[in-house]
């Protein structure tokens, strides 16, 4: 199973954080990240999405894919939650393609978790992705990181 966590891209400051909206940059760095993401990407892939909307706004980029709302992907969720929505899409499906889209501590922790086995805070950066590589037996590997500076 390949894994991508992906950050949300840059989002305004307000409240209520849920209601939260990409800036101009915000969009520029999803579509950017997206468009490199496509051709990459297997022609089917699952997209699960924080309800949040600037993770929508940031999954809006990868064009028709179909997502889904995952509401253990919302912001403050925990590892363990992350875990579960991994553990569900490789049970199905242990060759798919699983992209998460979502917010920080999570998603450095979650890269963290997997890789090294503990959920160290990890630093990643707004619209950067972890990809990831499960070869079974709890055996993870780094297949890319990619952050938007690169490609924006």
């Known amino acids: 199973m390949d894994l991508l ?3 949300h891209a840059e989002a305004e400051d307000g409240i209520p954080d849920l209601e939260r909206r990409l800036t ?10 997206g468009a490199w993401l496509l051709p990459r990407l297997p022609a089917e892939f699952t997209l699960r999405v924080s309800p949040a909307r600037r993770a929508r706004e940031t999954a809006a980029a990868l ?21 579960e929505v991994i553990a569900a899409q490789e049970r199905r499906h242990a060759s798919a393609t699983l992209v998460l889209v979502g917010h920080q501590p999570w ?3 979650v890269a963290a978790q997997l890789l090294s086995g503990q959920p160290h805070p990890w630093g990643v950066r707004k619209a ?22 690169l490609i924006d």
């Open 128 to 149: 950067a992705v972890w990809w990831l590589t499960h070869h079974g037996a709890g055996q993870w590997s780094v297949r890319a990181v990619i952050d938007r500076d």
């Open 5 to 7: 966590l992906w950050r």
């Open 63 to 83: 064009g028709g894919t179909e997502l889904a709302i995952e509401p253990r992907l919302a912001p403050g969720t925990s590892v363990a939650a992350v875990l």
């Open 107 to 109: 998603v450095g922790q």
């Open 24 to 33: 101009a940059r915000g969009h520029r760095q999803a579509k950017a990240v």
